[in-house]
């Protein structure tokens, strides 16, 4: 079983750390952030949905596609960075 992880996916040390553990981690999806409600709610709800994942005793793993890059986990600065997109473009696995 090949076990490389390929250079366009990119996971947070945060939810590595809890797969290698066997722990609990709960995706969570970013179109409502870049297209459902306007800055700085968007980022409110993100640090607030994060915070409850972690709460429950999951790590929480927001992801997007950013620069190329799927990413799964998201620091609290990318999702500052994700959330002021202008013009962000949904995308799905045909696009990709």
């Known amino acids: 079983m090949n076990t490389q992880i390929p250079s366009s996916l ?3 040390s945060e939810v590595s750390g809890a797969l290698a553990g066997h722990r609990p981690v709960v995706a969570l999806e ?3 952030l ?4 306007p800055f700085p709610d968007n980022l409110e709800l ?5 915070s409850i994942v972690s709460r429950e005793g ?3 793993a927001t992801t997007s596609l950013v620069e190329g890059k799927l990413m799964v ?3 609290d600065t990318q999702l500052e960075e ?5 013009d962000a473009l949904k995308v799905s696995s045909r696009n990709l």
Do not use: E, K, N, W
């Open 73 to 75: 986990g998201m620091d």
């Open 10 to 12: 990119q996971i947070s």
């Open 30 to 32: 970013s179109t409502v």
């Open 58 to 60: 999951a790590t929480p």
């Open 82 to 86: 994700l959330v002021q997109v202008q």
């Open 46 to 50: 993100a640090r607030a949905v994060q």
């Open 34 to 37: 870049t297209h459902g409600l």
